[in-house]
């Protein structure tokens, strides 16, 4: 199963993220885990795209195709993908590249001065402003209207808890 995590900046998708390949790792359930953000990290860019998504669709292709034929004793079952997506065109691009039918979108969300204390923790000089910015737009447009999936809140849980609801939700075992 193809797992997105979803929600804005500052939200825990990555903490998230690390947290359900924990439990299904103590569960023995093999699994990957791609932070798609950084297979984004190139520069430059091409100017029309700008968050180096085409990029990161070609490395997490590459990574799945290895993840299920390099482990033969043990090929992952479930991928997890933590990334922004405001479009459902994005999620069906990584279901694309990955060879995916189907995927669960699970859209994380916290309230605007949980998303801010937690990028001022992280982030510094230009990028923690960036960031505030970005926190605030997507605050308020995710998840998208249409875009079906989970809404589970992370303000109020550990990480590891909002994973455990994730993995009951979606029957990861």
Known sequence: ????????VGVGKTRTGRALSALLQEGGTPHTLVDFDALTYTYPRAP???FGTRVALVGLAHLWRAATATTAQA???HLIVPRVIEDRR??????DATDHDAFALIHLTAPLDVLHARLRARETGAALSWHLTRAA?????LPTPGLEGHVVQTDAHTPRQVAAEIQNRLSLR
């Open 1 to 8: 199963m193809l797992v997105i995590l979803s929600g804005p």
């Open 48 to 50: 029309d795209d700008p």
């Open 75 to 77: 090929p992952s079952r």
């Open 137 to 141: 737009e997507l605050a308020s447009s």
């Open 90 to 95: 994005e999620a069906e691009a990584i279901a």
